[in-house]
């Protein structure tokens, strides 16, 4: 048995992670071993190794906060879920791990037969990016978003949910080479970041989108990529800021909220998660599941690793050119 442990924090997150042997815990009754499936590296988890996370887990600790499994031991006085069930992993526990011990009352039953690695990633980014579009304005069909961070894996899964729903995308990103595979997977329109040619972000969008009001404004980068979405916007538009890959303050002139009326928003999963009633949890996971199960939804995979290769994968992860998440897999 293996688990991703750090007992440190530091700014080149793979150096503080560690692949280290554990021994077979014995089983409480009530609990059950699961055999981890699947596991993604999302920012977050990059960012709780460097210390910069809103919520950091007392030391020393596993990584890992989502992924799915299957039960493949029961405790005394347990029968469910069923052996071979496949299982959302707690948040929390630590997911990089060969084998994990829980609670059976608090495991989620997921499809079995449905793939494990769309199926780790459902109780963070395509949350996320559901609410992002759901949350702040009352969009109907026919409008425009605009996003920055498009290819990240809350962005890959709002360009799909927002096709659903008829709503179009404008997406940011950093590299030219990931124009036409966003393209590909749905997206309405790609452009690269900054100024190009002599024009600037808002006069392409502007082009782009034939002079369309653009709705809604969805920064994960912040610094002046904040602003530049910003210059794109609407008057009186929302402007909300869940992430901060650049690892610099958000920037916004004072002339965009003032004489625009630009409003600016942070979004956190994890406040939402202690205001949202349980059915409101319910049916925003039943449905995303439903979607990827239906094959509706799924996110680019860039690379798999397994745990015992936690320090490449998390240096993969970290790294700003990859097109798709990392995640970690069943060896």
């Known amino acids: 048995m293996l688990k991703a442990q750090y007992k440190t924090r530091g700014p080149i997150p793979q150096d503080v992670i560690e692949a280290i042997t ?56 347990t029968t469910e879920p069923a052996i071979g069930q496949t299982v959302l ?14 609670d059976a009352k608090s495991l989620i039953a997921l499809p079995n037969g449905v793939d494990p690695i769309q199926l780790s990633m459902i109780t963070i980014n395509p949350p996320t990016a559901s609410l992002l579009l759901s949350e702040f304005v009352d969009l109907q069909a026919g ?24 709503i179009k995308t404008v997406n940011i990103v950093r590299r030219e ?28 969008v502007k082009t782009a989108t034939d002079s369309a009001e653009i709705k809604l404004g969805i920064d994960a980068v912040g610094g002046m990529a904040t602003h530049r979405l910003g210059e794109t916007l609407a008057e009186g538009v929302t402007l909300v800021n869940y992430g901060a890959m ?50 509706k939804l ?23 050119q990859r097109n798709g998440k990392v995640v970690l897999v069943k060896e």
């Open 246 to 295: 650049s690892g610099e303050p958000c920037s916004i002139a004072p002339t965009l909220i003032i004489f625009k009326d630009i409003t600016v928003r942070g979004f956190w999963l994890a406040k939402w998660f202690k205001t949202a009633t349980p059915e409101q949890q319910k049916q925003l996971f039943s449905t995303i599941i439903g979607l990827i199960a239906s094959g």
């Open 143 to 166: 409008d425009w978003v605009i996003q920055n961070a498009a290819n990240s894996g809350v962005g890959s899964y709002l360009i799909k949910l927002a096709q659903l729903r008829g």
């Open 22 to 77: 554990c021994d077979k815990p014995e089983l409480k009754e009530g609990q059950v071993m699961l055999e981890m499936l699947a596991a993604p590296i999302n920012p977050s988890d990059v960012l709780t190794l460097t210390g910069q996370y809103g919520i950091l887990p007392p030391l020393p600790a596993v990584g890992g906060n989502e992924g799915v499994a299957k039960v493949v031991e029961h405790g005394s006085n």
């Open 89 to 102: 992993i707690p948040i929390g526990v630590g997911s990089w791990a060969t084998h994990i011990v829980a």
């Open 298 to 320: 799924s996110t680019p995979i860039h690379a798999t690793y397994p745990i015992k290769d936690i320090k490449q994968a998390v240096a993969e992860a970290a790294s700003g």
């Open 177 to 204: 080479s990931l124009i036409q595979p966003m393209l590909d997977a749905g997206a309405d329109v790609v452009l690269v970041d900054g100024v190009i040619e002599g024009q600037s972000l808002a006069q392409r």
